[in-house]
């Protein structure tokens, strides 16, 4: 079988970006993405693409970039990696509701080459409620499962403990949200090929629509109170700290002079912050209670 | 003359922290501070007070602390330091205003000592206008200034430089605001005396309140329309970008696992993010051009 190409790959991306892009612009009914194409001064470029204010999204985001050209110091010194050219192309979605109901949802599917031939795929689903609904992440984490067990009977319970460690806001000592998936540099080195890896990313991606569909299902229109806006808002101003405090995606992109608009559109549309916030009722304590790791949604 | 005692400038600080919100509390005329006291686990603990809601300051933190104990691991690898017990003390301001006409301003005070005889003093006092206006800001670094010059004729100079660098929004390409004085270990090695240094210090804390009310004058009773609101929650947004990206202290204090809602105090009680903001007006447009490094306020 052939080898799979970095063109392929930046092709299909630039496909998926397309299909998510027209399947939340139909789930929403009432806004579209505004697009911006960005060239990167070293080699690439992208296309960031905003939606705002719609019925069921305040502000989402959907990024496609396929970026090249000499490896940045700070790559190859955090990476221990060689002085050689580099390819990197992804696809990044983060989408804020409007309703506090609806869950905040992120995907990131990514590849990376150099020219020594090192390469490996990484990525993601996860899911932030602001109100954690068990059966709603039961749902969504059994999508993941489904797709995971379609590949390896090891990858649905490895990257989902991937995903509790790596959505852990230390000093908050909490979750983002319930989790989901998440993987970094997978290669052939667990003896799947380059096709099986890719296959599984593909998949991945795939699953975001399906996921997302399930999870605001039924929520995207329940009645919300001004004591539930204001919990949503402060549930944001703790996503912002993630991102910004912890993440790793946006530190490296902020680190490497990325393009600052395309890296911060993860940021929500409005957040609070109000010293030492207690939650208003029962729900917003058991959500709370809820933003661990280690929690087996599906099973429990 | 004899040693200051760390007791000494921790009491002189606790002192501070009182005479500073009552100043605010008049100032505000609405609300009033609340006060929690924690304990540090490893030694020490601190006073958090918080006003909000008020007719001028919608949200603000003026904190104080005097923590000691094993140095944290974290702390020597940083600072380069050998083990030892350590003492550190301080005051820190954030006040975020209601009216978007009215700056958000920052000023901290701390002293840090090892039991190996190591100590330094560090601080200073910032301005961030969400509208900047030329007038104020050399009325703002004038009440710094004229500190600076009763005790060196380089202090304002240095420190002016070491602030314009220290609160710079790199992926931005932006200042914070428009800056004010920063410095941080200054101890005797510049061959002024420990009880100079402190006299300094002591001297920019009382700055604070006279120059806040100079800052504040004017503005507070301006009017302002949503668009004024909507530019100040963009502007907060930046605030939080800097501090939780950039500011040296927040990190820190998060890495050695501080108080986190003392630590976070400094955070707006609402912050918008809009991809690819643009300013809706001349005033914003002006304000965006002057948010950068190595303007003499003064003299300009």
Same mark, same amino acid.
């Given at each position: 079988m052939e080898e799979i190409s970095k063109t392929e790959i930046a092709n299909w991306f630039k496909n998926l970006q397309d299909n998510i892009c027209y399947s939340l612009e139909k789930l929403d009914g009432q806004s579209s993405f505004k697009e911006d194409?960005?060239?990167?001064?070293? =080699?690439g470029g992208g296309r960031s693409r905003v939606l705002k204010d719609g019925k069921l999204i305040e502000k989402g985001g959907v990024n496609f970039s396929a970026v090249s050209g000499p490896t940045p110091d700070k790559i190859l010194k955090a990476l221990n990696?060689?002085?050689?050219?580099?390819?990197?192309?992804?696809?990044?979605?983060?989408?804020?509701?409007?309703?506090?109901?609806?869950?905040?949802?992120?995907?990131?599917v990514r590849y990376f080459?150099?020219?020594? =031939?090192?390469?490996?795929?990484?990525?993601?689903?996860?899911l932030t409620p602001h109100y954690v609904i068990s059966e709603k992440a039961r749902n969504f984490h059994q999508h993941l499962k489904t797709t995971c067990d379609k590949h390896s009977p090891e990858f649905y319970?490895?990257?989902?403990?991937?995903?509790?460690?790596?959505?852990?806001?230390?000093?908050r000592n909490e979750t983002r949200g319930i989790g989901g998936i998440f993987f970094d540099r997978i290669n052939d080195n667990d003896g799947r090929s380059k096709?099986?890896?890719?296959?599984?990313?593909?998949?991945?991606?795939?699953?975001?629509?399906?996921?997302?569909?399930?999870?605001?299902?039924?929520?995207?229109?329940?009645?919300?109170?001004?004591?539930?806006?204001?919990?949503?808002?402060?549930?944001?101003?703790r996503y912002v700290e993630f991102n910004l405090v912890h993440d790793k995606g946006t530190?490296?992109?902020?680190?490497?002079?990325?393009?600052?608009?395309?890296i911060l559109m993860s940021l929500p549309p409005e957040a609070n912050w109000e010293y030492d916030h207690q939650p208003a009722n029962d729900l917003q304590r058991e959500t709370l209670s809820l933003l661990k790791r280690g929690i087996d949604w599906i099973n429990t």
């Amino acid at each position: 079988m052939e080898e799979i190409s970095k063109t392929e790959i930046a092709n299909w991306f630039k496909n998926l970006q397309d299909n998510i892009c027209y399947s939340l612009e139909k789930l929403d009914g009432q806004s579209s993405f505004k697009e911006d194409k960005w060239d990167r001064p070293e =080699g690439g470029g992208g296309r960031s693409r905003v939606l705002k204010d719609g019925k069921l999204i305040e502000k989402g985001g959907v990024n496609f970039s396929a970026v090249s050209g000499p490896t940045p110091d700070k790559i190859l010194k955090a990476l221990n990696l060689p002085q050689a050219d580099f390819f990197a192309t992804g696809v990044s979605i983060v989408l804020h509701p409007q309703n506090p109901w609806v869950p905040i949802i992120h995907m990131n599917v990514r590849y990376f080459e150099m020219s020594n =031939g090192v390469w490996w795929f990484g990525g993601g689903i996860d899911l932030t409620p602001h109100y954690v609904i068990s059966e709603k992440a039961r749902n969504f984490h059994q999508h993941l499962k489904t797709t995971c067990d379609k590949h390896s009977p090891e990858f649905y319970k490895k990257f989902k403990q991937w995903a509790d460690e790596y959505f852990f806001v230390k000093h908050r000592n909490e979750t983002r949200g319930i989790g989901g998936i998440f993987f970094d540099r997978i290669n052939d080195n667990d003896g799947r090929s380059k096709a099986d890896q890719w296959r599984f990313v593909q998949d991945v991606a795939e699953t975001f629509i399906p996921a997302y569909k399930d999870a605001v299902q039924d929520l995207k229109n329940r009645k919300w109170s001004q004591e539930d806006k204001i919990w949503q808002k402060i549930r944001r101003g703790r996503y912002v700290e993630f991102n910004l405090v912890h993440d790793k995606g946006t530190k490296f992109g902020l680190d490497t002079n990325g393009r600052t608009e395309s890296i911060l559109m993860s940021l929500p549309p409005e957040a609070n912050w109000e010293y030492d916030h207690q939650p208003a009722n029962d729900l917003q304590r058991e959500t709370l209670s809820l933003l661990k790791r280690g929690i087996d949604w599906i099973n429990t």
